[in-house]
């Protein structure tokens, strides 16, 4: 029996992404992030960079956005393309102060990037806020790949996060934090309507 995580694990996992108003990088992972979303804007799939968060935690691999921004710049990104969404803290608080951001500057689409380990649970944390606020943004799952499970980068292995992401999508589901896989499958249909 296949199970409502699988079900909206595939949904989410294989996205028909169209062009964005803006990546949305998502703090944290050290320096493994930032080249999706280089590589996001340098293809025209999107027209500005969001780097979202401020926390800073290097052993938890969460480097300050004015240690990214170099590297985001010599990837060929010009400054005026980047922001930085500082207020948030942790993933739900950046859905809040980006669907904010969306509303004020009349974006409809955003490209979320994170981590594939994280992808997963921040999808549905932006949905939520997505679903919440009634924005009618279109939220494009576009998660960093080709990432080693098994490789201790200083802030543990990526499979060892996974099992924690689970844990975190059981407490947060039940708080009402996540999008529930019912929404999950009306909003994705709603979004290959639009293609």
């Not at 948030?88 to 981590?115: C, D, H, N, Y």
């Amino acid at each position: 029996m296949i199970t409502e995580r699988e079900t909206i694990m595939a949904l989410v996992d294989n996205d028909c992404f169209t062009k964005s108003d803006a990546a949305i990088l998502l703090e944290g992972d050290g320096f493994f992030r930032f080249q999706k979303a280089v590589e996001l804007y340098n293809i025209g799939m999107v027209s500005k960079i969001v780097f979202s968060g401020n926390v800073v935690d290097k052993d938890y691999g969460s480097y300050p956005f004015s240690e990214v921004k170099p590297y985001i710049v010599n990837g060929g990104v010009p400054e005026k393309d980047i922001i930085h969404e500082d207020k948030s803290m942790q993933t739900r608080q950046q859905a809040v102060e980006i669907v904010k951001m969306a509303k004020e500057k009349g974006w409809k689409k955003l490209a979320l990037v994170a981590s594939h380990d994280h992808q997963y649970r921040a999808y549905l944390t932006f949905l939520r806020e997505v679903l919440d606020t009634h924005s009618g943004l279109i939220l494009y799952n576009t998660p960093v790949r080709n990432l080693n499970w098994f490789v201790d980068h200083g802030w543990g292995m990526r499979f060892d996060r996974l099992l924690g992401e689970f844990e975190r999508i059981e407490k947060y589901s039940a708080l009402g934090h996540l999008a529930t896989a019912q929404e999950v499958i009306e909003y994705q249909k709603w979004k290959e309507s639009l293609l």
